[in-house]
T-cell receptor
Framework: GQQVMQIPQYQHVQEGEDFTTYCNSS?????IQWYKQRPGGHPVFLIQ?????EVKKQKRLTFQFGEAKKNSSLHITATQTTDVGTYFC???????????FGQGTELSVKP | NAGVTQTPKFQVLKTGQSMTLQCAQD?????MSWYRQDPGMGLRLIHY???????DQGEVPNGYNVSRSTTEDFPLRLLSAAPSQTSVYFC???????????FGNGTRLTVT
């Protein structure tokens, strides 16, 4: 079945450093979504990418969708302590209605 | 709007007991789903529904039942609780099949 792998599992950075998490799917995706979960909270939607090669930016966050629509990345420039949390990618394949999540990348930021 | 409401927030069960986790949304969303979250495993899809009267299995459906008799409600039933079902459960809804999900605050379940 469809699998979505996300790396790394953990990332510890100094405030001001950059951060990237990568997402790879075993199947071609119709779209990919990114979520952020603060410690003790619930996942909150960040963005959705639909088109092959799409790049979207939200302030210091840059999201990319691969040309083959099987991988994606989230890059944070100059991390801040408010960026702390777990970032999840989630993908839907072309066949079904299942939104499958990656394992998440837990980001900690040292001030 | 309350969004997605889950009850209870916390629950402790003994092995073999059954219970229902409640989920309600007031956004008239067609799509609803249940995930469980375990350390290092991310969010795993248990069951989902694309509309009232329609349900389907996710990645880890065994031991769980769902029903969708109304658009608003999507309860998750544990038939005979097992320690392996100790987890945090999230209900999520979306306006359509490919829409972003709105998550509830979660139910933390412990099975002893």
């Amino acid at each position: 079945g469809q699998q979505v792998m996300q790396i790394p599992q953990y990332q510890h950075v100094q405030e001001g450093e950059d951060f990237t998490t990568y997402c790879n799917s075993s199947t071609t995706l119709s779209n990919i979504q990114w979520y952020k979960q603060r410690p003790g909270g619930h996942p909150v939607f960040l963005i959705q990418l639909v088109k092959s090669g799409e790049v979207k930016k939200q302030k210091r966050l840059t999201f990319q969708f691969g040309e083959a629509k099987k991988n994606s990345s989230l890059h944070i420039t100059a991390t801040q302590t408010t960026d702390v949390g777990t970032y999840f990618c989630a993908g839907k394949d072309n066949q079904g209605g299942k939104l499958i999540f990656g394992q998440g990348t837990e980001l900690s930021v040292k001030p | 709007n309350a969004g997605v409401t889950q009850t209870p927030k916390f629950q402790v069960l003994k092995t073999g007991q059954s219970m229902t986790l409640q989920c309600a949304q007031d956004m008239n969303h067609e799509y609803m789903s249940w995930y469980r979250q375990d350390p290092g495993m991310g969010l795993r899809l248990i069951h989902y529904s694309v509309g009232a009267g329609i349900t389907d299995q996710g990645e880890v459906p065994n031991g769980y039942n769902v029903s969708r008799s109304t658009t608003e409600d999507f309860p998750l039933r544990l038939l005979s609780a097992a320690p392996s079902q100790t987890s945090v459960y999230f209900c999520a809804s979306g306006s359509r099949r490919n829409s972003p999900l709105h998550f509830g605050n979660g139910t933390r379940l412990t099975v002893t």
